[in-house]
């Protein structure tokens, strides 16, 4: 079992920066990846980073790749994003979900943990 808790989302500017928290808690984290998606209204889920618990690789969606990081604090068993040069089309809801594999995956019903969200605006 797997919780986790999303926060930091705020109403930002268009080309501000912001910094996502998603605290994790659980077993055997190092067997997990765990992912941001992002949410508009009236579109599908979609995969923006992930990070993988024990070697700390990385995969960014194409929309974020230059602009978000996501990186991981050991300490606190919390993994951020990043977000720089914010754009309007950015705004959504952010997700942190978890998946027990060694590969990782970029749609939303493969994973079996979510978090409740954190909403990010961005006024243009």
């Known amino acids: 079992q797997v919780q986790l808790v999303e926060s930091g989302g705020a109403l930002v500017q268009s080309g501000g920066s912001l910094r996502l928290s998603c605290s994790v808690s659980?077993?055997?984290?190092?067997?997990?990846?765990v992912t941001w998606f992002r949410q508009a209204p009236r579109t599908e889920r979609e995969f923006v980073a992930a990070?993988?618990?024990?070697?700390?690789?990385?995969y960014y969606g194409d929309s974020v790749k230059g602009r978000f990081t996501i990186s991981k604090n050991n300490v606190g068993n919390t993994v951020f994003l990043q977000m720089n040069r914010l754009k309007p089309e950015d705004a959504a809801v952010y997700y942190c979900?978890?998946?027990?594999?060694?590969?990782?995956?970029?749609?939303?019903?493969?994973?079996?943990?979510w978090g409740q969200g954190t909403q990010v605006t961005v006024s243009s």
């Open positions: 990070i993988k618990w024990d070697t700390e690789d990385t």
């Open positions: 979900a978890a998946r027990q594999a060694r590969s990782v995956a970029l749609t939303p019903p493969l994973y079996g943990y």
């Open positions: 659980g077993s055997a984290l190092s067997t997990y990846w």
